[in-house]
């Protein structure tokens, strides 16, 4: 850094890169005062409508998004799409992923009239950019489903992801981990349709891409355990939740730290199958370290 000097635009992909292992790893704290001095270099050196500038915005966009900050989240979102229309045109990739990130924002919100017309806007700009069959189109299929699936409109959303799972398939291979994310979504919808046996199956198969590309360790491996700990749950099946949701909660510790939220998540699922199986005890001690882990992350979401 010091050959390049403190204000070099390579000092600020540094530091975006080391703020990003931070933000994986939950250490929002650390994490911000990074991207804020990357944003910083880039409008000094790079001149405030830089697409640079563009991708540190959404980084701390992105930060603040994670901690539910999301009055913080939307104006840097909003600048960074501002940069990409007038820099790249409106009609550009970069614009429907800036786009994306507005209408996740808002369903994070549960603002879904406002995310939609955003979502659908990105997909026909990748449509078009891209064509139908891209792997970003089938990201964007995948995100306007959830935004259905959020608002019960099941029928509405599987189309939609069935459609990005035969995209990702065929672009990119039937054990891609892309598949594995189509393979979790629609195991959710069909689990909350109550089509248990179809949910087992495409989380199965799911699971078993993700361990063999990520490997038996890997967070998102945790994240499909979670939920068939929750399937089996949901039928009584508690002799089978238990092993997911303890491997789970494993994984996550090692890989993350054990205060993670995404530990906290596991933790409050696995204490309500404690519950359910009268081990109220136990189950207390998990809702307690979820509730510190979650009070940590929210003290670190205060407005400054």
Known sequence: ????????????ASLDTLAGLYRAQGKYAEAEPLYRRALAIGEKTL???????????????????????????EPLYQR?????????GPEHPNVA??????????????KYAKAEP???????????????????????LN???????????????????????TIREKALGPDHPAVAGSLNSLAELHQAQGKYAEAELRSRRALAILEKALGPDHPDVATVLDGLGGLYQA??????????????LAILEKALGPE??????????????????????QAAEMEARARTITAKHARTALPK
Do not use: C, W
Not at 145 to 162: R, V
């Open 143 to 165: 995100n306007l489903a959830e935004l259905y699936h959020a608002q019960g409109k099941y029928p509405e959303a599987e189309p939609l992801y069935q459609r990005a799972l």
């Open 80 to 88: 960074a799409r501002a940069i990409g229309e007038k820099i790249l």
């Open 47 to 73: 001149g405030p409508e830089h697409q640079g500038v563009a991708a540190s915005l959404n980084n701390l966009a992105g930060l603040y998004h994670a901690q539910g900050k999301y009055a913080q989240a």
């Open 260 to 281: 993670h939220p995404n530990v906290a998540a596991v933790l409050q699922n696995f204490a309500g199958l404690l519950r359910k199986t009268n081990r109220t005890a």
């Open 97 to 110: 992923a800036s786009l994306n990130n507005l209408a996740l924002l808002y369903d994070a919100q549960g």
């Open 235 to 248: 039928q009584g099946k508690y002799l089978h939740a238990e092993p997911r949701y303890r491997r789970a």
């Open 118 to 140: 955003l979502q659908r806007r990105a997909l026909a700009i990748q449509e078009k950019a891209l064509g139908p069959e891209h792997p970003d189109v089938a990201a964007s």
């Open 1 to 12: 850094m010091n050959a390049l000097g403190l204000e070099h635009p390579h000092v600020a």
